[in-house]
Every structure is written in C-alpha cells, then in structure tokens.
C-alpha cells in the first residue's frame, strides 16, 4: 500500500509506476484505491459503471482493463460538504459528509471496499493499494476507510512518500508517524521522497535523522519528472495536453515514470523488503 503524507504527494504516480514495472517483471497486478474524490471519472467501457480516471491509468499501467473493483467507492463534489457517491461503479446516494461518516462508511462501504480487494487479489500476485490524502489525519481517524483501517485489517505492508517540492517533507514525514497509532506506525515499512531536485548529497543530513527519530528507513529519492497523464485531484498541475489524451494512449507515458522509479529506487531490495 502507497500512501502519502498529504494530498497531492505522488501517491497515484507512484502506484501508477508500481503497477507497470511489475508488470513487466511477469506479476500479475492490478492496482486498488478504496474511497476516491475526484471529478476526475473514467466510464468503464461497455458499461454506465464509473471509476477514477486515476485508477484507470493504473489499470492500463498494469496491462490490464479498468475494472470497477478498482475503486469500489469514487466520491464525486457537488459543494456545500456534499459529494455524490458511486458505489461499485453506480450511483448510490448523494450525502453530506457527516451523512456518509455516520451512515455509510462502516454500515456499507467498507464491506463493499474488503469484498472488491479480496476478488482482486484472489485473480492476481499482487495488488497495489493507492491511499488517500493522509493517513494522520486525526480529525476523521476512525473513518478513514482508504488508510490504515484498511491496511491493518489485510495486514498491508505500507510505503508512505512525501513530495519534497512542496515544502516540509522531514516534518510531515515525522509528524506523520508521530500521529499514528503505534499499530499503524508497525505497518510502515519505509518512506519514499517525491519529486527532488537538486544535489542528493545534500539530503544526507536530513535523512539520517529521520531515520533515527522514526527508526525507519527512507527506501528512495525520486527526481522531478516531466510527464504528461490525466490528474487525479485539484491540487496536482496538469499539462493541458492530458486533458485530450485518451486512457488506452497512456503508455508511453507510463513507461516514462517507471523508468524514474527503477533508476531511484533498489526494486528488488523494495520486493525483499516490503512484499512478504
């Protein structure tokens, strides 16, 4: 499971990168993300059926066809602390978000969320769980269906990346594990950090003291890479040239990331270590 310490940290990318480069070492995988928002949809063909446009480059990265069990909850804003929800690729209800704690998350979606994975992972090696936002974000903790709930009740191993571009990478990662409950932190098995540039030397410092406050490792530093895929959220750029690209056109692209990814990270050391 990849996730971040904020929105908009490289989760996707990364999941997206994953996905293809072990595709290419002969997995079979497909990519999962429990509870989405996004405006961002991709309508499964042949269907009505929605899921994130997000999980449908995962998809396609994973050389396999967008499948609604991919993302069993897509949450689509309608403002005013209301989202439309689509459960299991349909529309269910359209509820505000005190609604959707108190009478969806545990009573319907996430018996939905744990039915979907568990038929994923029965017909593949290995799925690749994309969280979402933060897993610290203490404020919705006992609800957060897409972060450690779900990576504590699989037993997921979890990489978790901060984007060093946008500032506060040490102290997200730190405070992150400082908010987690000690069950959650025993879960994370190392941090990636996202989008760098510059001389790596310099990171050196900074590296082994967060290491040695949160006794775990930082497993790879991936460079800014210039790419051009649909967004997922609000909060990522976007080259306007993805707003025309199709899904299945996607793969050039695709392979571009994961090349970054193989050269700044030590796969195999990341399979020893993190897929059990």
């Known amino acids: 499971m990849v996730q971040g310490t904020s929105s908009g940290s490289g989760k996707s990318t990364l999941v997206t990168a994953f996905c293809r480069i072990f595709s290419d070492k002969g997995y079979r995988v497909s990519p999962f993300k429990a509870q989405n928002m996004s405006s961002n949809t991709f309508t499964i063909a042949g269907t009505s059926y929605e899921i994130s446009q997000a999980q449908a480059v995962q998809a396609i990265a994973s050389r396999r066809k967008p499948d609604v069990r991919m993302n069993p909850i897509l949450l689509k804003p309608l403002g005013d602390y209301r989202s439309k929800v689509i459960l299991n690729g349909s529309f269910y209800l359209d509820m505000y978000a005190q609604d959707y704690y108190d009478s969806f998350v545990f009573q319907t979606g996430f018996s939905n969320v744990l039915k979907s994975l568990t038929s994923l992972r029965k017909e593949n090696d290995l799925v690749i769980i994309e969280g979402a936002g933060s897993p610290a974000e203490i404020n919705i903790s006992k609800y957060d269906i897409s972060n450690m709930l779900l990576a504590e009740a699989i037993e997921a191993p979890v990489l978790i990346t901060s984007d060093i571009e946008r500032g506060g990478c ?26 760098f540039r510059g001389d790596r030397s310099f990171l050196t410092p900074a590296i082994r003291s967060v290491e040695k406050i949160t006794k775990k490792k930082i497993l790879g530093v991936i460079p800014k890479v210039n790419f051009c895929l649909p967004a997922e959220d609000s909060l990522d750029s976007v080259d306007p040239n993805a707003r025309k690209m199709s899904i299945e056109s996607c793969h050039s692209q695709i392979d571009i990331i994961a090349k970054a990814i193989k050269e700044n990270i030590n796969i195999e050391k990341l399979i020893r270590q993190v897929i059990k």
């Not at 040490?170 to 989008?195: C, E, P, S, Y």
């Open 170 to 195: 040490f102290a997200n990662i730190v405070g992150t594990m400082r908010l987690l409950k000690k069950i959650h932190r025993d879960l994370v098995q190392g941090f990636l950090i996202n989008n």
